[in-house]
């Protein structure tokens, strides 16, 4: 376990300076750091624009190249947060208009939850919305000169990315039923009648269900638990924790949360780990390798990434299938170049794979002899 400790050790700096920058603490670092990892590892959890606010405070000389990249990282995160207020609110505008009934969707609403909203970069924002309404999303974006994606539901403009669903990308059968009903009945949003939002205390199984998601596909980060963390103390919940816990467990949930809640308070609050250090660390490396490390542990707080291994396993072993069959009969235009004679006569296909699986075979008999006869 030492060893793993000493594995990451700017990662544990990083976390450091996130919790004194949240919490608005002084920072304190006289160890000396090594800019070049930092910057990266902050970069890989998405949180690089986050510690430009450490370098402003840090009682310690930072080399002008990292101070340069880290201030790039922050006011990109400043100048996409404009951007994308100003385009959601334009987006939200068009859908009362059109009558299209509309919700924002996780990146977009946990900006709330800090302290400056451009704190939380974002790579994108995602709206769910009502089904067969694609021609007027399409109408509505080509007006504010968003261009479509090819293959996809999505739209991008100057480095700016949205994504429409017409139903939540939830892989887990039931946190999908439990989130499917009608985007019609959901709560309304301020001001709005089309426009929709989740409310206290779906929002909060909302975004644990999220967060799941992304545990599951070995992709939560740094960044996760800060959204958690924030998202947790962002208000009192008093006697509706009790109904989330029950909707929580009933949702194979709780376990996750409960875990995810202890590690995040440990890291940016003032929680301590006083039992099970072991499952801890695990967890703890298993955020910061993302699924690297860490992976049977894993696998026991949240059924879903068994499950999630499971598939991707069956995925890549079919398509490692295919790309075998595919090498081992070829289409048939690929088999006339070597086989001119053959011309489109597809009565012949099978003579020449098998000729070519022979020729194939011969070929490798001839160079392991011929190795032999060098050796």
Request: hydrophobic residues 40%; aromatic residues 14%; contains cysteine.
């Amino acid at each position: 376990m030492s060893d793993r400790r000493d594995q990451y050790v700017e990662t544990r700096k990083l976390v450091g300076f996130l919790r004194d920058i949240i919490n608005q603490r002084k920072i304190v670092e006289n160890q000396p750091i090594n800019w070049e990892v930092l910057f990266k590892t902050a970069d890989y959890h998405n949180v690089a624009n986050l510690l430009y606010y450490a370098l402003l405070r840090l009682h310690q000389e930072v080399p002008r190249e990292w101070s340069l990249r880290f201030s790039q990282k922050y006011r990109k995160a400043v100048i996409l947060e404009e951007q994308y207020k100003n385009v959601v609110e334009a987006v939200l505008w068009h859908c009362e208009e059109q009558g299209i009934h509309v919700m924002v969707l996780d990146d977009f609403i946990l900006r709330d939850y800090y302290s400056m909203p451009e704190m939380r970069a974002m790579p994108g924002v995602e709206f769910l919305v009502e089904k067969r309404r694609r021609p007027e999303i399409d109408r509505m974006m080509h007006s504010m000169d968003f261009i479509p994606v090819v293959g996809e539901y999505s739209y991008m403009r100057s480095g700016l990315n949205l994504v429409f669903r017409e139903r939540l990308p939830f892989a887990d059968k039931k946190t999908a039923n439990y989130f499917g009903k009608s985007l019609r009945f959901m709560p309304k949003a301020q001001d709005g009648y089309y426009a929709h939002a989740f409310k206290e205390p779906s929002l909060f199984i909302f975004l644990i269900a999220c967060k799941a998601e992304r545990f599951a596909l070995e992709e939560l980060d740094i960044r996760d638990m800060l959204d958690i963390w924030l998202c947790y103390r962002s208000q009192e919940r008093g006697n509706a924790w009790l109904g989330i816990i029950k909707k929580l467990k009933r949702l194979h949930l709780w376990e996750f949360t409960n875990r995810m809640l202890t590690l995040s308070d440990h890291w940016f609050g003032s929680g301590t780990l006083e039992g099970e250090p072991e499952l801890y660390e695990d967890l703890e490396s298993f955020v910061f390798s993302k699924g690297a490390d860490g992976r049977q542990t894993a696998m026991k707080i949240l059924p879903l990434l068994r499950r999630t291994i499971r598939h991707r396993e069956k995925q890549e072993k079919k398509k490692r299938r295919k790309s075998f069959e595919r090498w081992l009969f070829p289409e048939q235009e690929y088999m006339q170049i070597i086989y001119p004679r053959m011309g489109k006569y597809k009565i012949f296909l099978p003579v020449c794979w098998v000729r070519r699986l022979l020729r194939t075979l011969f070929s490798h008999i001839r160079q392991k002899l011929q190795r032999t006869r060098q050796a």
